[in-house]
């Protein structure tokens, strides 16, 4: 017979092991869960930590800050793939989309194997948000089959295959849908709003298949402004080709053209028509917005054209943040995939050279743009606290992407999962944390 002192002891010793098993399946239950909410995804497509300081020296002064600098988390991003020490945008997009690492090539898929996402999906994160009933948006300043925002619902052996890469798009089922690139929707010969004819071989009018889908079609910045907030799809194609011309500033000189066409919305008009719509709409979404053009210009070392479309994509970004201060279960997360050009910011510190154009390189073959290209004067920045105005040119490394300087930022719900290291594949998994409430585990490359 047990006396009562024993039997007291033994209650509550098992009331202490089911205490103690209690909180280790809810901690370890809690630490695989997250609070849900929004995504937005900015993509300025080949920025790097050197670029964003030109552009706070250009436009804000040395001694403010930028919106991209404003965001409270960053991490140096890695963006190695399976086969290359540096990213292809189609390449990093993929592994953005999928969240697992692939090969330079990809365009949706691996080389050699269809991809399966980091959550065993055979889609991407998008097409599994929209699967869920979560409203999704894909903009874009570039054409619409640039892989940035393509590669998330679109796959191909070549990126070249814009026939078929802007049908799976259409075909997609994302809402919102914005971009350049009017030619690759329409058929060979047929002239379209933006004044330039069609180069599809298939036959197939992308615009009227939009339409009869459901989609509102808008072509310019007026139509999309005055789109109303009940707008549950829309389409909009802003251009022939590119939003933006990206040439050399030489050549944009001489054929007399913009940095930007005139008509076309700026990256952060797209974004904040689209948070006007889901807002009204009231669903959970997820956004995809790039930014082509800091990847463009860059790559044909214009320096004018690369700080506006640095401008641009801040803009884009300060829309983001002023949305996340009115609704704060929404996650902004900004990433490249690779650095364009390898930019850095050439000091011009003697009074005397103010007012003389740069040499056309340094002293190590480095070219060397002014405020209007090669041997042109130095970019006035804006004033500093004391209202001095520093002049400086840009230097280049070359005309392709390097990597080495990404930086990846998050802002707002679930900002502290963003660490000091971020693999490319780590964007995946933050946003597919925000949007289902689930931490996947990291990537192994061989376990996909």
Same mark, same amino acid.
């Given at each position: 017979?047990?006396?009562?002192?024993?039997?007291?002891?033994?209650?509550?010793?098992?009331?202490?092991?089911?205490?103690?098993?209690?909180?280790?399946?809810?901690?370890?239950?809690?630490?695989?869960?997250?609070?849900?909410?929004?995504?937005?995804?900015?993509?300025?497509?080949?920025?790097?930590?050197?670029?964003?300081?030109?552009?706070?020296?250009?436009?804000?002064?040395?001694?403010?800050?930028?919106?991209?600098?404003?965001?409270?988390?960053?991490?140096?991003? #890695? /963006?190695?793939?399976? %086969?290359? $020490?540096?990213?292809?945008? +189609?390449? &990093?997009?993929? =592994?953005?989309?999928? !969240?697992?690492?692939?090969?330079?090539?990809?365009?949706?898929?691996?080389?050699?194997?269809?991809?399966?996402?980091?959550?065993?999906?055979?889609?991407?994160?998008?097409?599994?948000?929209?699967?869920?009933?979560?409203?999704?948006?894909?903009?874009?300043?570039?054409?619409?089959?640039?892989?940035?925002?393509?590669?998330?619902?679109?796959?191909?052996?070549? #990126? /070249?295959?814009?026939? %078929?890469? $802007?049908?799976?798009?259409? +075909?997609? &089922?994302?809402? =919102?849908?914005?971009? !350049?690139?009017?030619?690759?929707?329409?058929?060979?010969?047929?002239?379209?709003?933006?004044?330039?004819?069609?180069?599809?071989?298939?036959?197939?009018?992308?615009?009227?298949?939009?339409?009869?889908?459901?989609?509102?079609?808008?072509?310019?910045?007026?139509?999309?402004?005055?789109?109303?907030?009940?707008?549950?799809?829309?389409?909009?194609?802003?251009?022939?080709?590119?939003?933006?011309?990206?040439?050399?500033?030489?050549?944009?000189?001489?054929?007399?053209?913009?940095?930007? !066409?005139?008509?076309?919305?700026?990256?952060?008009?797209?974004?904040?028509?689209?948070?006007?719509?889901?807002?009204?709409?009231?669903?959970?979404?997820?956004?995809?917005?790039?930014?082509?053009?800091?990847?463009?210009?860059?790559?044909?070392?214009?320096?004018?054209?690369?700080?506006?479309?640095?401008?641009?994509?801040?803009?884009?970004?300060?829309?983001?943040?002023?949305?996340?201060?009115?609704?704060?279960?929404?996650?902004?997360?900004?990433?490249?995939?690779?650095?364009?050009? !390898?930019?850095?910011?050439?000091?011009?510190?003697?009074?005397?050279?103010?007012?003389?154009?740069?040499?056309?390189?340094?002293?190590?073959?480095?070219?060397?743009?002014?405020?209007?290209?090669?041997?042109?004067?130095?970019?006035?920045?804006?004033?500093?606290?004391?209202?001095?105005?520093?002049?400086?040119?840009?230097?280049?490394?070359?005309?392709?992407?390097?990597?080495?300087?990404?930086?990846?930022?998050?802002?707002?719900?679930?900002?502290?999962?963003?660490?000091?290291?971020?693999?490319?594949?780590?964007?995946?998994?933050?946003?597919?944390?925000?949007?289902?409430?689930?931490?996947?585990?990291?990537?192994?490359?061989?376990?996909?």
């Amino acid at each position: 017979m047990v006396n009562c002192k024993t039997f007291f002891l033994q209650v509550l010793t098992a009331g202490f092991i089911c205490l103690v098993c209690l909180l280790f399946f809810s901690c370890n239950s809690n630490a695989n869960s997250v609070t849900t909410g929004n995504v937005i995804f900015i993509h300025p497509d080949g920025t790097g930590a050197a670029m964003w300081g030109a552009l706070r020296l250009y436009r804000y002064g040395p001694d403010s800050l930028s919106n991209w600098e404003k965001m409270n988390k960053m991490g140096l991003y #890695r /963006s190695h793939v399976l %086969d290359a $020490s540096n990213s292809s945008s +189609n390449g &990093g997009a993929t =592994i953005h989309g999928y !969240g697992v690492k692939t090969e330079f090539a990809s365009f949706g898929n691996t080389t050699s194997r269809p991809v399966k996402s980091l959550s065993g999906k055979d889609y991407s994160i998008i097409t599994e948000a929209h699967k869920a009933g979560m409203a999704t948006a894909l903009l874009n300043s570039g054409h619409i089959c640039e892989p940035g925002t393509a590669a998330f619902v679109a796959n191909s052996d070549k #990126r /070249s295959n814009t026939d %078929d890469i $802007s049908l799976q798009i259409i +075909n997609s &089922g994302v809402d =919102i849908i914005m971009a !350049g690139g009017e030619t690759m929707i329409l058929p060979e010969g047929v002239i379209g709003r933006q004044g330039q004819p069609g180069i599809r071989e298939d036959g197939l009018n992308l615009i009227n298949l939009a339409k009869e889908k459901g989609y509102t079609v808008v072509f310019t910045r007026d139509e999309l402004l005055a789109l109303p907030s009940t707008t549950n799809k829309v389409f909009g194609i802003f251009a022939a080709d590119d939003t933006f011309n990206d040439q050399t500033e030489e050549e944009l000189k001489a054929k007399n053209l913009p940095l930007y !066409g005139d008509q076309a919305p700026t990256l952060g008009e797209m974004v904040e028509t689209t948070l006007r719509i889901f807002t009204a709409e009231g669903k959970q979404f997820m956004m995809v917005a790039e930014e082509e053009a800091t990847d463009n210009f860059p790559n044909h070392n214009n320096a004018a054209g690369t700080l506006e479309a640095l401008r641009r994509a801040d803009e884009a970004i300060g829309v983001a943040l002023d949305y996340i201060n009115e609704h704060p279960r929404t996650l902004l997360l900004t990433a490249a995939d690779s650095e364009a050009g !390898g930019m850095q910011v050439y000091a011009v510190n003697k009074p005397e050279d103010f007012n003389k154009p740069l040499a056309a390189s340094e002293n190590n073959g480095a070219p060397l743009d002014g405020c209007e290209g090669t041997a042109t004067l130095p970019f006035v920045a804006a004033p500093d606290k004391n209202g001095t105005r520093l002049r400086f040119g840009i230097a280049w490394a070359c005309f392709n992407d390097v990597a080495g300087g990404v930086i990846a930022r998050a802002h707002g719900l679930n900002e502290n999962m963003l660490h000091n290291n971020v693999d490319n594949t780590d964007i995946y998994r933050l946003m597919y944390a925000t949007l289902f409430g689930r931490i996947l585990p990291a990537y192994i490359p061989g376990r996909e």
